[in-house]
C-alpha cells in the first residue's frame, strides 16, 4: 500500500485505540498482484472491477478483515501504476454509523419473517423488560439519532426555562420560586393533547385491527392446506381403481399410500411452524401412518420436509 486515506467516521468507536482501523490492518495484509483476488483480477484486465458482497466474492483473502469492520463493497481501478480501491461501509459494525446510513447499511441484513425462535421470545413475558434494558440498543433509536437529540434538547431547554421562568416543586412537595421572576412560563393549552388524543387511539385500533388481520390471514391459509388435503385424497380414492399395490411399507393399496403421504406433508408443514421440539412427534406420527424406518428417516433428514412429502407424493403412481 502506497498510501491511502480514511474519514475519521470510518473509524471505531474512541473506546478502540487511536489508529486502528480498516486502512490500518489492510495495511498489515501482502496481496499477491499475480494471484486470482480483486486487486490483482483488476490489475491484469485493466478494467474496472466491482466487489458487490466482499463476504461472498471468491479468492478475497480480506473478508474477514472486512466483516470485522463492515466493509462490505469495494471497487478496483487499474492505474498506470498499480490499483487504486475504494470501498463502502455497508453492514454496520461499528458505533459512529447512524441516521440513513445505518437504516440502508442494516437493512439487508433484517429477518422479513418471524420464525420459531422469534416468535417465542415475541410471546415472551421478559419482552418488555429486555427491550427497556436495551433501549440505547435500538436501531430504530440508531436510525432516528438526530431527530431524537434535536426533540430532546428542545424538550431540556424548555424544562430549564420553566425552571428559571415558574420555580419548582421539590421531592419534600416544597415550592421554590423561580430563579428569573420577570420571564414567561411557556405551557401548551390542555386542548391540543385532547385533540391528538382521539388520533393516537384511533392509530392503537387500526394496528390492533392489523395485527389482528394477520392472525385471522394465518388461520384461513391453514384452514385452505387442510380443505385442498382432502380434496387430493378424495381425488386420489376416485383415481386409484386398481387394488394392486406393488409398492412397499404397511399400505394396502395406492389409495392409503396417498392419503398418508398427504398426513405426512401436513404434519411436516406443522412441525415446520413450530421447530425442532416437533421433531420426535413427527417421528412417531410418520411411523403410525405406516411408512417403512427407511422412509421415515428420509423424511426426518430432508432439510425441507415439506417439499420432500409433495416430491414423495408426487412419485407415487399405480
Request: proline content about 3%; charged content about 25%.
Amino acid at each position: 500500500m502506497a498510501a491511502s486515506y480514511e474519514r475519521s467516521e470510518s473509524r471505531l468507536s474512541s473506546a478502540v485505540k487511536d489508529g486502528d482501523s480498516y486502512v490500518s490492518d489492510a495495511a498489515t495484509m501482502a496481496m499477491d498482484i499475480a494471484g486470482s483476488g480483486p486487486i490483482a483480477t483488476a490489475f491484469r484486465s485493466a478494467a474496472k472491477l466491482d466487489v458487490a458482497d466482499t463476504a461472498t466474492y471468491p479468492n478475497f483473502s480480506r473478508r474477514d478483515l472486512c466483516l470485522e469492520w463492515g466493509v462490505g463493497k469495494l471497487t478496483a481501478i487499474p492505474l498506470e501504476t498499480g490499483v487504486l480501491e475504494f470501498g463502502k461501509v455497508t453492514k454496520d459494525r461499528r458505533e459512529t454509523t447512524k441516521g440513513s446510513e445505518y437504516k440502508e447499511s442494516s437493512r439487508q441484513y433484517r429477518r422479513t419473517v418471524f420464525m420459531h425462535n422469534e416468535w417465542k421470545d415475541h410471546r415472551s413475558t421478559d419482552r418488555f423488560i429486555n427491550s427497556l434494558t436495551t433501549t440505547l440498543e435500538s436501531g430504530v433509536l440508531r436510525g432516528r439519532q438526530d431527530e431524537v437529540a434535536a426533540i430532546t434538547a428542545f424538550a431540556a431547554a424548555l424544562v430549564g426555562w420553566n425552571l428559571l421562568a415558574g420555580g419548582f416543586t421539590g421531592l419534600g412537595m416544597v415550592k421554590y420560586g423561580p430563579v428569573v421572576p420577570y420571564l414567561p412560563v411557556i405551557s401548551l393549552p390542555m386542548g391540543y393533547f385532547s385533540l391528538t388524543g382521539s388520533s393516537l387511539g384511533l392509530l392503537l385500533v387500526f394496528r390492533t385491527n392489523a395485527a389482528y388481520a394477520r392472525w385471522d390471514d394465518a388461520r384461513k391459509q391453514w384452514g385452505s392446506i387442510i380443505n385442498n388435503c382432502r380434496s387430493l385424497v378424495r381425488q386420489g380414492n376416485t383415481f386409484f381403481v386398481d387394488d394392486r399395490y406393488p409398492g412397499f411399507g404397511a399400505f394396502r393399496d395406492y389409495r392409503r399410500r396417498v392419503a398418508a403421504e398427504t398426513s405426512a406433508f401436513t404434519r411436516c408443514l406443522r412441525c415446520f411452524l413450530r421447530g425442532k421440539e416437533d421433531e420426535p412427534q413427527l417421528e412417531v406420527e410418520l411411523r403410525r401412518l405406516g411408512f417403512a424406518p427407511d422412509e421415515v428417516q428420509g423424511y426426518m433428514a430432508s432439510s425441507n420436509r415439506q417439499i420432500y412429502a409433495l416430491e414423495k407424493l408426487g412419485e407415487t403412481a399405480p
